[in-house]
């Protein structure tokens, strides 16, 4: 059975910074995984979404990478602001499902 | 944690059928829950918004009669694809957004329904 963990569920840094968010699945038969954004009170916005056989993904500040072999990905995000703050959720498709990370809840402090 | 499931998790239908979408809290009241589509290979998208007791809002170019949504109680609101054609062959994804209990104001995504319209 497919799990997705992200860690850390929150992380509070200065504007400026460069971070990374973290996702772990358990297996790595997937179809693609995708990093999405979601703001309180918004539907969700998609990021990043990478395929079984790409490596990374990149779109302005935002680099996702993907190793499947070791059932993990990053989403590295540089020089934060605090227009950044939100809850970052990662999911893999699997199966003909998408399971979700429980998210990490981002907050850039200006 | 909150859960929210849809039924069915797959669904091949013949072009010109209707295909109803469900899609449930389990364990918390949603007043607003999202459709959402994605097509292989492309970004997700929001479709539609909907609130318990209340029409939907769309998205721009997301055909309302042809995307009926019904949100008629706090934890169930369906999707129905009328008269399907292959190019709606997609994977729906919706997501609700409770009220109370720890889920306030937080989205709950369920697993996803993959139709494909032959």
């Known amino acids: 059975k497919q799990e997705v963990t992200q860690i850390p569920a929150a992380l509070s840094v200065p504007e400026g910074e460069n971070l990374v968010l973290n996702c772990s699945f358990t297996?790595?038969?997937?179809?693609?995984l995708q990093w999405f954004r979601q703001d309180p009170g918004k539907g969700l916005t998609s990021l990043l979404l990478?395929?079984?056989s790409q490596r990374e993904q990149t779109s302005g500040r935002l680099n996702a990478s993907l190793d499947k072999s070791s059932g993990r990905s990053t989403l590295y995000i540089a020089a934060s602001q605090p227009g950044d703050s939100a809850t970052y959720l990662c999911?893999?498709?699997?199966?003909?499902?998408?399971?979700w990370g429980a998210g990490t809840k981002l907050i850039i402090k200006p | 944690g909150a859960v929210v499931s849809q039924h069915p998790s797959r669904v091949i239908c013949k072009s010109g059928t209707s295909v109803k979408i469900e899609c449930r809290s389990l364990?918390?009241?949603?007043?607003?829950m999202f459709w959402y589509r994605q097509f292989p290979k492309q970004s997700l998208m929001l479709m539609a918004t909907?609130?318990?007791?209340?029409?939907?809002?769309?998205e721009q170019g997301v055909e309302k009669d042809k995307f009926l949504i019904n949100h008629a109680s706090l934890t169930l609101s369906t999707l129905t694809v009328t008269s399907a054609h292959p190019e709606d062959s997609s994977f729906y994804i919706c997501?609700?957004?409770?009220?109370?209990?720890?889920?306030?104001?937080?989205?709950?995504f369920g697993p996803g329904t993959r139709l494909t319209v032959l």
């Open positions: 997501s609700a957004r409770g009220t109370s209990g720890g889920a306030t104001d937080t989205q709950y």
């Open positions: 364990d918390f009241q949603a007043t607003t």
């Open positions: 909907s609130n318990e007791g209340s029409k939907a809002t769309y």
């Open positions: 297996d790595s038969a997937i179809y693609n």
């Open positions: 990478i395929q079984s």
């Open positions: 999911a893999v498709s699997s199966n003909y499902q998408l399971i």
